[in-house]
């Protein structure tokens, strides 16, 4: 009954998400729900939190954070924005995916138009992500009767709609991206780009006045206007209308570029947005003596400098703003610290040190970045697998390379596009220290920069290991979740009073507060010995293996 049509068969296909994106962050917000009233059992602890709250408003408006669901809607209706990510990346791969494959010129060959093709993989993109949000929505009316919120079941769906909704934009700008692009990944790589940006975008307006003007140019502001989970606050009919709206433009604009394009092929940019193109001749094009074909190390560097440019923007420009917004708020974080001694505390808690230093704030959003890194070492370890997938490896290994020369040459190209992202980010934020005037202890900010390089590490060896046994959108897939439980148990663990050796089970913990406290040395090395052993592994396992088995 699965393959009877395109739409089920799509539908099949993303079963495990609905159940672990919908599930998973369902039971997120299930358990959020759940204990915060253990964060405003007391008229101090309430307005603790209030305060807090109001130190941290560029990420959202604290409205009625100190019931359940305006603290929810505060701090985790922001991050559950990162459900995106599986729209983005089925809508980047719907069609474009399939064209890589070559399975498209199969199923197009097939009594059925092009457009009743994607309009039944966009239909059924959109089924998964109403199912995911049913799950979310369930979940949080269940948290809201335990911890006696004052949201009923239409609040609750009404949240889950809100982001469905948010999620789609998302799914639909990457199969527009993809109708101008060569391959799924370009695509995805530019929407997730956006994704960062739209959320940057957002935060301008809290933090520098009379800039709302610009904020409403992401979709994040529109999200943000609804907040079904505060009665008194409730959902933003236009504002739904707005995402609603966008989704189904965007979509449809992608799905007439698609029926009016070959198979295969991409659709030409205007001129004046084309990069500049030169002739060249075959002997040029195969380019015998560049630099990039003296190794394969130097040819594995040459594949990743594109996206390594991208992501090192994206990381170090990410770091080098969280300062700036720092620099906006140290005044009124010191005012609130000095009217509210027990606020020191709670800091201190969430930033892992003393609240009276810039680093305080800033350690809290340094966690991300390396979140971000790792984000970068999966997508280009999927790239190992890729090449083997594709046919790309058997040429090589004709040559007389040793396999585990040619494992450890690709992947010496990924340390070192990683380094360089650390090393960048670490001039970045040393800039922006300098030139804002915020005081850091430059020997954390190396601490805190560079000891990240080893995360990235080991995400890279443990993607090359399990490349060994798995297809590679398994091993990204699974690579990702992992990523995500390890979000989850840093960024929720400690509120939801999980014991120590559960977060010790997310490598982010090992990372810990070096902005604050230096480089945790033993944990830094340990990290690096478990990526040298995943290595050692997968280059064993892949010396021994038949290749494209």
């Known amino acids: 009954m699965w393959f009877k049509n395109i739409f089920v068969k799509t539908l099949r296909d993303s079963r495990i998400a609905i159940f672990g994106w919908g599930g998973g962050l369902g039971l997120m917000m299930y358990a959020v729900l759940v204990a915060v009233a253990s964060l405003t059992s007391t008229p101090e602890a309430r307005q603790t939190l209030i305060s807090l709250a109001q130190s941290y408003a560029f990420l959202a408006e604290p409205v009625r954070v100190d ?3 305006g603290y929810a809607t505060w701090k985790y209706g922001f991050t559950i924005l990162i459900m995106a990510i599986w729209p983005l990346l089925v809508g980047s791969r719907m069609l474009r995916g399939e064209e890589d494959r070559g399975s498209l010129d199969v199923l197009l060959s097939l009594p059925r138009g092009r457009t009743q093709v994607a309009l039944q993989k966009l239909a059924a993109m959109w089924t998964a992500l109403l199912a995911m949000g049913a799950l979310i929505g369930l979940f949080t009316y269940a948290g809201g009767i335990k911890a006696q919120a004052n949201y009923g079941l239409v609040g609750a769906m009404l949240f889950s709609l809100n982001l469905v909704l948010f999620c789609g934009i998302f799914g639909g700008i990457a199969l527009l991206i993809s109708q101008f692009t060569q391959r799924a990944g370009t695509a995805a790589g530019a929407t997730g780009g956006l994704l960062f940006f739209f959320i940057m975008l957002d935060m301008l307006h809290r933090v520098i006045s009379g800039t709302e003007w610009i904020s409403r140019l992401s979709p994040v502001y529109y999200y943000n206007l609804s907040k079904p989970l505060i009665p008194s606050y409730g959902a933003n009919p236009g504002a739904l209308f707005v995402l609603f709206a966008l989704a189904t433009i965007i979509s449809g604009i992608a799905i007439w570029l698609f029926d009016h394009r070959d198979v295969g092929d991409a659709i030409m940019l205007p001129r004046w947005l084309r990069l500049p193109e030169r002739q060249m001749t075959p002997d040029q094009a195969l380019a015998p003596h560049s630099w990039s074909m003296r190794s394969i190390y130097l040819r594995g560097l040459a594949k990743v400098i594109a996206p390594t440019v991208w992501w090192t923007i994206g990381i170090a420009g990410f770091a080098g703003w969280m300062i700036i917004i720092v620099k906006q708020t140290e005044s009124k974080l010191a005012e609130l610290l000095q009217s509210t001694p027990t606020l020191a ?18 350690s809290f959003f340094f966690i991300i970045l390396p979140l971000l890194l790792m984000a970068f070492a999966i997508a280009q370890a999927s790239r190992w697998g890729a090449d083997e997938e594709n046919g790309l490896q058997e040429l090589l290994l004709a040559t007389p390379q040793p396999r585990w020369i040619v494992l450890l040459a690709r992947y010496g190209a990924l340390a070192t596009a990683t380094v360089f992202i650390g090393v960048l980010t670490l001039v970045a934020t040393a800039l922006a220290a300098s030139s804002s005037g915020i005081a850091l202890n430059g020997g954390n900010l190396v601490a805190a ?10 995400v890279a060896s443990l993607g090359y290991l399990l490349s060994g046994w798995l297809r590679t959108a398994i091993d990204t897939g699974i690579l990702s979740f992992l990523l995500v439980a390890w979000f989850f148990i840093t960024f929720v663990g400690p509120e939801l009073s999980f014991p120590t050796l559960a977060l010790r089970l997310s490598a982010l913990y090992y990372y810990g507060t070096p902005l604050l ?28 293996r038949d290749i494209g088995r």
């Open 517 to 544: 406290n230096g480089l945790p040395l033993v944990n830094t090395l340990g990290i690096l010995v478990v990526a040298i052993v995943a290595l050692v592994l997968a280059t064993v396992r892949f010396a021994q």
């Open 67 to 69: 019931t359940p669901g």
């Open 449 to 458: 920069t560079l000891s990240m390089i080893p995360l990235g590490a080991l």
């Open 345 to 362: 505390n709670l800091i201190g808690n969430v930033g892992g040190g003393n609240a009276e230093t810039n680093a305080t704030m800033l």
